[in-house]
């Protein structure tokens, strides 16, 4: 069963920037299309961004021009790279594949807190 392990959040100021981190266990990581998702208080939880086993990405428009998504199949790693961060990027970020898969729990998440 493949497990999910998020990690990077904190606390940032608006315009500020972090990197989080997503590592699975498992050895079929590479074959599954990747997710970031996010969900902030009292908000469902949303995709943010997508990237594909080969290497496709896309982004939901909030996110557009300042995240950026990766992975390295060899770590079995994907990464959020966020930068001018806004108070509403504030959420707990999940990764999952996408689409969810049913034996591919979620993980625990990792907060992130824009904040001044």
């Known amino acids: 069963q493949v497990q999910l392990v998020e990690s990077g959040g904190g606390l940032v100021q608006p315009g500020g920037s972090l990197r989080l981190s997503c590592t699975a266990s498992?050895?079929?990581?590479?074959?599954?299309?990747m997710g970031w998702y996010r969900q902030a208080p009292g908000k469902q939880r949303e995709l943010v961004a997508t990237?594909?086993?080969?290497?496709?990405?896309n982004y939901e428009d909030p996110v557009k021009g300042r995240f950026t998504i990766s992975r390295d199949n060899a770590k079995n790693t994907v990464y959020l790279q966020m930068n001018s961060l806004k108070s509403e990027d504030t959420a707990v970020y999940y990764c999952?594949?996408?689409?969810?898969?049913?034996?591919?729990?979620w993980g625990q998440g990792t907060q992130v807190t824009v904040s001044s």
């Open positions: 498992g050895t079929i990581f590479s074959i599954y299309a």
């Open positions: 999952e594949p996408f689409p969810p898969r049913v034996g591919v729990p």
């Open positions: 990237i594909t086993n080969g290497g496709s990405t």
